[in-house]
Each structure stands twice: as C-alpha cells, then as structure tokens.
C-alpha cells in the first residue's frame, strides 16, 4: 500500500508519457506470476523475513497502483481538482489532500483483498524455506515441518493449516463487506 497508493495517484494523475512508462514498468510485473516473482526476488536476495517482505511488497504493488491509478482517473476530472489548479496549488498537494481523500474506498477495499493475498504468498515463501526462518513463528514454516509427519498424525499440520485458512478467508470476508459499506453503486442495486 504504501509503495502502490503513491504510485497510482502520481501515475494517475501526471498522465502523459509518464504514466504510460510507469504503467507499462507495473504491466510488466503484473505479468509475472504473483509467486514466481517472490521466490525470484526471495531467491536473489537470500531468505529472512525482512526479504520476504520486500518480495511480498513487489509483487503486490502493481496490482494497487492499477486500482489506485483508475480511481485517480475519474477523480481527476472533477471540478474541485480544477479549482485547485486554478489557485496555483502543487502536484502534490492536489495528489494527496484533494484526490487521495476522494478515492479512500476503492483503496481501503482493495488493500484488506490484498492482505489475505500477501498472507498467502508469505507462508507459501516460509513453506520452501526461504520466508520467515526459525525461530520466528510462521504457518508456513510449522506446516512444512509437519510434512515428515503427514500421514502418522494429522494434528501437526492440520492447525497451522486451518487458522492460515480461516485468516484469508476473514480477511476476503472483510473487504468484501468493506465494499458493501463504501461503496454507494451496491446500495443502488440492491434497491433495484
């Protein structure tokens, strides 16, 4: 979020040659399967969590900045981006005070989605041993160990299994419901 989000309404809002470069450099990372990039990244960097969260972050910020990118799009049209224009506000300034609070929803919903995905892809780098190392706690790491023992006693992997599950699944949970609460366009269909 905090590499994409910046991105995005620059990007977004700039326009021009710029955000053709910077959009095509985010299409060019999108393209790369979302855990082969880690493991690249992991891979070159050497394992350790402070490395799967550099990867985790890569691979995730084009995806945000494209949502964010979009929303700044139509935002930047409006009038009140025009009349701070007009009284000679900075770039950015009508980046992040006029256009960043106007498109706050789609980015609060997309980064909670987004969470379960980096929760994902985190335990699967700790699983091949090169994400979080021992003696941190991971439940990617204790299902790894628990491989040896998978079919003598289920209770090895089976926990770490369930709560990574039930995580993902509450924090999809929670954008989804996010999205019914900041976004006005659901409201209308549902009354239709």
């Not at 994400?131 to 790491?141: C, L, M, S």
Request: net charge negative; glycine share 10%.
């Amino acid at each position: 979020m905090s590499m994409g989000v910046p991105i995005g309404v620059f990007s977004g809002y700039i326009g021009g040659r710029v955000d053709e470069l910077i959009m095509r450099l985010m299409d060019t990372l999108m393209s790369i399967p979302s855990l082969l990039l880690a493991l690249l990244i992991v891979a070159m960097m050497g394992p350790g969590l402070f490395n799967a969260v550099i990867a985790i972050a890569t691979v995730y910020t084009p995806r945000i900045a494209r949502v964010v990118r979009s929303s700044t799009l139509s935002v930047k049209q409006e009038e009140f981006i025009r009349a701070a224009e007009a009284r000679g506000e900075s770039r950015l300034y009508i980046c992040f005070r006029e256009i960043l609070p106007n498109i706050s929803s789609p980015v609060i919903v997309e980064g909670s989605i987004r969470v379960g995905f980096a929760i994902l892809t985190g335990a699967s780098l700790s699983f091949l041993g090169l994400g979080t190392q021992p003696p941190t706690p991971d439940w990617g790491y204790m299902i790894s160990t628990a491989y040896d023992h998978l079919w003598s006693t289920i209770w090895y992997w089976l926990w770490p299994s369930v709560w990574l599950g039930a995580t993902i699944l509450g924090f999809n949970l929670l954008g989804d419901g996010l999205r019914d609460v900041l976004d006005p366009r659901v409201e209308e269909s549902k009354v239709m």
